[in-house]
């Protein structure tokens, strides 16, 4: 099955700052990938997913994330932090083998200080 | 346009008993996704319905089962509660499982508490 991982369950960043929060997946096929965004006591809202069409993707928010295959990775950024950024973040991956139902990585917690 | 509603949102159970939980999908959805999501985890795909069939399952045993209704709502029932399902537990819509890079769209989630 297909999966991602997430580095660093904890990621602080200065009001301002750039936002950089990683994660490499594991496909030999082109994966289906998504960024989902769960802020405290609520679902998940989808930040962008990942399509052949460009390796660049732009999300809501301002968030993007870049596609690199040779690094098997779709970082996601944000050049400026805004305090309503704080939230829990997933990486995620759709599993043609399943159906594709949603792989889900750990998470990153967002903490933006002013 | 109403998103994906999930109904309760909160519910305390005790252990060994049953509990069913409801969802109704997107409008203009069709296929229907459970997960569970313990604390300060990722969700865990449960399972999908489309068609008023389960098509697809993830690791969780029997004791988890669902269904889903010509208008596409679907609920999830569990038996014998065990503390361990305290979680939240998360519905999520999208079309047709042939449209397969199609977001899944996900409601608030019922918080289930076993005590």
């Known amino acids: 099955a297909q999966s991602v991982t997430q580095l660093g369950s904890h990621v602080s960043v200065s009001e301002g700052a750039l936002v950089l929060l990683r994660c490499n997946y594991s496909?030999?096929?082109?994966?289906?990938l998504f960024w989902y965004v769960q802020y405290p006591n609520q679902g998940l809202q989808l930040l962008l997913k990942?399509?052949?069409?460009?390796?660049l993707v732009k999300g809501i928010n301002g968030f993007e994330a870049e596609f690199k295959k040779s690094e098997t990775s779709f970082h996601l950024t944000k050049p400026s932090a805004h305090m309503s950024d704080a939230a829990e973040y997933f990486c995620?991956?759709?599993?043609?083998?399943?159906?594709?139902?949603?792989?889900f990585g750990k998470g990153t917690s967002l903490l933006v200080t002013p | 346009d109403a998103g994906v509603t999930q109904s309760p949102t909160h519910l305390i159970k005790t252990r060994g008993q049953q509990v069913t939980l409801r969802c109704s999908p997107k409008?203009?959805?069709?296929?229907v996704s459970w997960y569970q999501q313990a604390l300060g985890q990722g969700p865990q795909f449960i399972f999908q319905?489309?068609?008023?069939?389960?098509?697809q399952r993830g690791n969780f045993p029997d004791r988890f089962s669902g269904h889903q209704f010509p208008n596409y709502s679907s609920e999830l029932n569990v038996n014998a509660l065990l503390l361990g399902d305290s979680a939240l537990y998360l519905c999520?819509?999208?079309?047709?499982?042939?449209?397969?890079?199609?977001?899944?769209?996900f409601g608030d989630g019922t918080r289930l508490s076993i005590l």
């Open positions: 496909s030999s096929v082109p994966p289906y």
């Open positions: 319905y489309y068609e008023e069939e389960e098509r």
């Open positions: 995620v991956v759709s599993d043609p083998g399943s159906g594709y139902a949603l792989n």
């Open positions: 999520a819509s999208s079309l047709a499982m042939r449209e397969s890079n199609q977001p899944q769209h």
């Open positions: 990942y399509t052949s069409a460009a390796t």
């Open positions: 409008s203009g959805h069709d296929t």
